[in-house]
């Protein structure tokens, strides 16, 4: 009986740390619904989440006592330019989804792990491997899938394209963000390319001809501290109690919270097609992202 006891407290850290990877994961996929929500351009939307989330991440990495000033002039201009590069992934995720709909829009963009694959074999001149790059064609059917005809002037088309331009940015990011990782906490890189990311988009903003509703400014607020800072918080303390390659196959889950989150929220029903190019993208992107999480990192 003692033996049960102690062996189910041993297993209670992990479970918690599921639980959270799972609740940020899912916050993560709701954030994809304001761009249904917020009836303001994507610039003005992303400018309201990383204005908010600067603020809420800058009191995390106080309250953790967290290293914030970098070591140099040369990880300052790394991170600005990151800062640039997350504004535009942003930008592009949420137009995606502004032009077509959530699930398309987060479906494309779950195709970065498929970018991540090519991108870091290049940047570390490592040798690509046949099963990720059979997974990886497989997503591009799907991606193809999504897609009804081939027609410019097409939503969905449009979304797709803008999808994809979220996850290439996305997974350069990702790379780029690899040499970092190892010297800074990743709260103090989030604020960073978050507060550059601001600084990047203040122009265009204060150009924009009128101001968000109260309502609009409300779902920002909540956008910005609960599903950016807050979901990112979570999931690197729920980080530090499971695998990695356990929290990178809950993290692929995304669309997939955010399609039944839109199905309910916004009465959002993904059609036939949606679905099954949808099925074949996940199981591509599960799988890259499972063997990916099991190779030793440099």
């Given at each position: 009986?003692?033996?049960?006891?102690?062996?189910?407290?041993?297993?209670?850290?992990?479970?918690?740390?599921?639980?959270?990877?799972?609740?940020?994961?899912?916050?993560?996929?709701?954030?994809?619904?304001?761009?249904?929500?917020?009836?303001?351009?994507?610039?003005?939307?992303?400018?309201?989440?990383?204005?908010?989330?600067?603020?809420?991440?800058?009191?995390?990495?106080?309250?953790?006592?967290?290293?914030?000033?970098?070591?140099?002039?040369?990880?300052?201009?790394?991170?600005?330019?990151?800062?640039?590069?997350?504004?535009?992934?942003?930008?592009?995720?949420?137009?995606?989804?502004?032009?077509?709909?959530?699930?398309?829009?987060?479906?494309?963009?779950?195709?970065?792990?498929?970018?991540?694959?090519?991108?870091?074999?290049?940047?570390?001149?490592?040798?690509?491997?046949?099963?990720?790059?059979?997974?990886?064609?497989?997503?591009?059917?799907?991606?193809?899938?999504?897609?009804?005809?081939?027609?410019?002037?097409?939503?969905?088309f449009q979304g797709v394209f803008w999808g994809l331009l979220a996850g290439f940015s996305f997974a350069l990011l990702s790379v780029a963000n690899r040499r970092l990782s190892r010297r800074y906490n990743s709260l103090v890189i989030a604020f960073y390319q978050d507060a550059a990311a601001t600084l990047f988009l203040l122009p265009w903003v204060l150009t924009h001809q009128s101001l968000p509703s109260y309502a609009d400014l409300?779902?920002?607020?909540?956008?910005?501290?609960?599903?950016?800072?807050?979901?990112?918080?979570?999931?690197?303390?729920?980080?530090?109690?499971?695998?990695?390659?356990?929290?990178?196959?809950?993290?692929?889950?995304?669309?997939?919270?955010?399609?039944?989150?839109?199905?309910?929220?916004?009465?959002?029903?993904?059609?036939?097609?949606?679905?099954?190019?949808?099925?074949?993208?996940?199981?591509?992107?599960?799988?890259?992202?499972?063997?990916?999480?099991?190779?030793?990192?440099?």
């Amino acid at each position: 009986m003692t033996r049960k006891k102690t062996a189910w407290r041993k297993g209670l850290p992990a479970f918690s740390g599921v639980l959270a990877a799972h609740l940020a994961t899912l916050l993560f996929g709701l954030a994809g619904l304001f761009g249904k929500w917020v009836k303001e351009p994507a610039q003005v939307i992303v400018f309201g989440r990383i204005f908010f989330a600067s603020l809420s991440l800058a009191l995390c990495v106080r309250l953790f006592h967290l290293r914030l000033k970098p070591a140099n002039r040369s990880d300052w201009l790394h991170l600005l330019g990151l800062g640039a590069l997350l504004a535009f992934h942003w930008v592009a995720f949420f137009r995606s989804i502004q032009i077509s709909t959530v699930a398309i829009g987060l479906l494309a963009y779950s195709t970065f792990p498929v970018f991540t694959s090519f991108l870091e074999p290049l940047w570390l001149k490592e040798r690509f491997r046949p099963d990720i790059l059979v997974a990886a064609a497989f997503c591009l059917l799907g991606v193809f899938w999504l897609i009804p005809s081939f027609n410019l002037s097409q939503a969905a088309f449009q979304g797709v394209f803008w999808g994809l331009l979220a996850g290439f940015s996305f997974a350069l990011l990702s790379v780029a963000n690899r040499r970092l990782s190892r010297r800074y906490n990743s709260l103090v890189i989030a604020f960073y390319q978050d507060a550059a990311a601001t600084l990047f988009l203040l122009p265009w903003v204060l150009t924009h001809q009128s101001l968000p509703s109260y309502a609009d400014l409300a779902r920002l607020v909540f956008l910005g501290v609960i599903c950016t800072a807050g979901a990112h918080s979570l999931f690197i303390q729920a980080m530090k109690k499971i695998t990695a390659a356990t929290a990178a196959v809950i993290s692929s889950l995304e669309p997939v919270y955010g399609i039944v989150l839109a199905f309910f929220l916004l009465k959002e029903i993904p059609s036939p097609r949606t679905m099954a190019g949808g099925i074949i993208i996940l199981a591509s992107v599960l799988l890259i992202t499972w063997r990916s999480s099991k190779q030793p990192k440099n």
